[in-house]
Nanobody, 122 residues
Framework: QVQLVESGGGMVQAGGSLRLSCAASGSGFRINALGWYRQAPGKQRELVAV???????TYADSVKGRFTISSDNVKITVHLQMNTLKPEDTAVYYC????????????????WGQGTQVTVSS
């Protein structure tokens, strides 16, 4: 099992910035990808950004050019730098990890953080 803990959420005015962080802990796992998802009230959870173990990144169209995902492979941490925030970015942001167990590499598992609230006011 991989445990994920997010931090960095809060309230910011439109045009401002926030930086989210997520630390993974556990043992006997190998990360395939780390990502950020978000869910606004009445909306389904959506992918915001993902970074693979090789460093390849993918972003939702709505955040391209404003958000940047990065990871630290030593501390097994993923960050989301959010700039030029808009009210429509308001949501609970969840950290996600896709991983395999060292002794069960044939299967891919996923873990989720508890979520951190991001509120952007106008």
């Amino acid at each position: 099992q991989v445990q994920l803990v997010e931090s960095g959420g809060g309230m910011v005015q439109a045009g401002g910035s926030l930086r989210l962080s997520c630390a993974a802990s556990g043992s006997g796992f190998r990360i395939n990808a780390l990502g950020w998802y978000r869910q606004a009230p009445g909306k389904q959870r959506e992918l915001v950004a993902v970074i693979t173990s090789s460093g390849d990144t993918t972003y939702a169209d709505s955040v391209k050019g404003r958000f940047t995902i990065s990871s630290d492979n030593v501390k097994i941490t993923v960050h989301l730098q959010m700039n030029t925030l808009k009210p429509e970015d308001t949501a609970v942001y969840y950290c996600n990890a896709d991983y395999s167990m060292v002794r069960n590499r044939g299967s891919i598992f996923t873990s989720w953080g508890q979520g951190t609230q991001v509120t952007v006011s106008s």
